[in-house]
Each structure stands twice: as C-alpha cells, then as structure tokens.
C-alpha cells in the first residue's frame, strides 16, 4: 500500500439503529482493497436523501456513516492502483460503484446498474475525517475549485446539470424551475448558462431579486399569479424542473408545458401526483424522473460549474456538529457542508 501518514482511527458520526440520531464513533483504520482508495475528507454535503439511512428506506447496515456528497485528498491506495496516486482531489457522489456485469452496465449505464454501491448508503460515507471510496465511481476534483461548494454539486448539482442535458429541449425555448432550495438556486444558474430562457417559479416574492441575481429571466409568484398560465404567456415551458417537494404544486404546473414539454421530476416527494392521461395527449407531454449521474456525468458538471461560475450557496458545520447540520438539512439557505477541520 502506499500513503501519506493516518491516524491509527478516526472519527466519524453514524446512525446506530432505525430512527435514532447521529452518534460519534470511533472507525478503525483500514487499508484500502483493490478497486478502493482512501480520501481523507476535507467537505461532505448535508442531503436531503441522508434521512434514508435512519428511515431504513434502503436495507441498511448499522451502524452506517451517511454522506454522498464527498470531497477529498487521496491519503492511501492499494499496490495494484493504477488511476488515483496520493495527493489527488477527487470526490464521491451518490453513484458509489457498478459490478461492471449487468445489462445496465454493458451498455455504459452505469447509474443503473442492477448490483449499484450508494455512498452513505449501501457503504460508509463522508460524516467522517476520512472516508473509503471505489475507485471506479471516483470523481476527479480540480484543485482551484472551492472544495466546500463542489461538494453539493456531486448530487444537487449532477441532478440538475445531468437531466436537464438529457431533455429535449433547445436554447432559447423556456425551462422553468419549480422551487428555490438546494437543487433550484443551483437549477437557475444551470439553465441560464446553458441558454435557456429561465424562468422561476415560487411561492411568495421573497426570492424574487435572488432568483433574478442566480439567473432567471422571469420569476412567477403563485400567490399573485396561476403560474401555469403565466408560462403559457411565455409559450409554454418545454421543461419544468420540479426541485420542490410538493405533489399538489407539481401537478398543477403540467398545463404550463409547451408541446412536447417534459415536467421533469427531481424533488424528493413521496406523496403521490394526480394527473389526468387526457390533459397530456394533445400536446404529446411527458413526465419524467432522473437520478444523478456517475463519474464521468459528475466531471462533465464539475467543468461546467468551472467554466461558468456556478456557485453553491453553503452553511459550514464542524463535524463534532453533524446532527445540528444534518437537523439543517431542509432549512438552510441553500446547502449545509460538513468541514471535519472546521475548527
């Protein structure tokens, strides 16, 4: 093995049993396996999807230590390594490995691989001072990126980034995003920047001069205004990105769409949505759900957030205080990040 110098253990914050709360553990060290390298953490996002993991909504192992949203040095790598040495900055996403094997996999998709390792998830994550990652779903980082807003875009900012390069849409048709949070400040400069016509759509006037900063071209208050006919006005949106959980909210938008318009789902929502199969044939509508991406799709977004200034709106926590970030999660303006050398 080769590594720079690590500790005999370290400290990380897991779930212990369903339902519970974050508890400090000690890990110990463990060299990394083939196909593994260590990273010791310097960022790791506060998600949304983390509260799978007391949920149990996934078959978990505890205790789990939770966190796919993960910035690190690489500190140790097994003798046969050949893609990562030490001293790289790489990062790991929700997207946490692929057996290589399956049908999804044979055709290079390998976000839908059949046998998939989710960070945080299905393995440990980034609520740690270091964190194993595999290194074919590792992400390679630049070094002038700011590594705590980065660490956001290898899950909000792949969402949004990756599905939206993926619709039928073309610039300078409309793309409408649904909700300011997390994933919609980070939607609004995604779409501006890619050409779009951008439109944002909440539910007060409180972000409106935000939204207008972030990107948009038009901002529509659904306390003073239908805003599925307000984007009529504007000839329909080819795509609304949902980024808000809201299942009666969301399916109010479908007739905001444009012909062949997609309402593209992306939030978190569990609740279901009512849509009648009449209102979508006359205008060849489409809904449709997206997930991540993997490596190669979080490097494609990591360049473009480079190359035109995306930025993430961060709240800082010290790791000591990863159950007040992970209670922070729905709540802060826009994204909570672990920083374990946070002093």
Same mark, same amino acid.
């Given at each position: 093995?080769? @590594? ?89 996403? $929700? ?20 046998? #998939?390792?989710?960070? /945080? ?9 270091? #964190? ?30 990756? @599905? ?11 793309? #409408? ?13 995604? #779409? ?18 935000? +939204? ?45 769409? +444009? ?22 044939? /006359? ?6 759900? $997206? ?53």
């Amino acid at each position: 093995m080769t @590594s720079s110098n690590h500790p005999e253990s370290y400290t990380a914050y897991a779930f212990t049993e369903k339902g519970g709360e974050l508890s400090r553990i000690t890990v110990p060290w463990k060299d990394p396996k083939d196909g593994q390298v260590v990273v010791k953490v310097i960022a790791c996002g506060v998600c949304g999807s983390d509260e799978q993991v007391p949920k149990a909504i996934y078959p978990i192992q505890y205790p789990r230590i939770p966190g796919h949203e993960i910035i690190g040095d690489v500190v140790a790598i097994p003798p046969n390594e050949t893609k990562w040495k030490v001293g790289d900055r790489i990062g790991g996403g $929700w997207h946490g490995g692929h057996c290589h094997e399956c049908a999804r996999c044979r055709v290079g998709d390998y976000i839908t691989c059949e046998n #998939a390792a989710i960070n /945080g998830i299905s393995m440990d994550g980034g609520y740690a001072e270091y #964190a194993t990652l595999r290194t074919e779903a590792a992400v390679r980082v630049p070094k002038d990126m700011d590594p705590y807003e980065a660490a956001p875009l290898l899950c909000a900012g792949i969402t949004v980034f990756n @599905s939206l390069r993926h619709m039928n849409v073309t610039p300078p048709e409309v793309v #409408a995003v649904q909700g300011i949070g997390g994933l919609g400040h980070i939607a609004l400069q995604i #779409a501006r920047r890619m050409g779009f016509r951008t439109v944002a759509l909440s539910s007060s006037g409180s972000k409106k001069a935000l +939204a207008h900063e972030l990107g948009a071209h038009e901002y529509i208050d659904s306390s003073k205004a239908d805003q599925a006919e307000e984007l009529q006005k504007l000839g329909g949106a080819k795509v609304i990105m949902c980024t808000a959980p809201n299942a009666k909210v969301i399916e109010g938008l479908l007739p905001g769409l +444009a012909v062949d318009g997609t309402l593209l789902l992306l939030a978190l929502e569990d609740a279901p949505i009512t849509i009648s199969p009449l209102s979508m044939l /006359g205008k060849r509508l489409s809904i449709r759900g $997206w997930v991540c991406g993997h490596a190669v799709d979080s490097e494609d977004m990591l360049q473009f957030a480079r190359d035109h200034d995306v930025g993430v709106m961060v709240s800082k926590f010290p790791l000591d205080k990863a159950q007040e970030a992970y209670e922070h999660r729905a709540s802060a303006r826009f994204r909570v990040v672990i920083v374990p050398d946070l002093p």
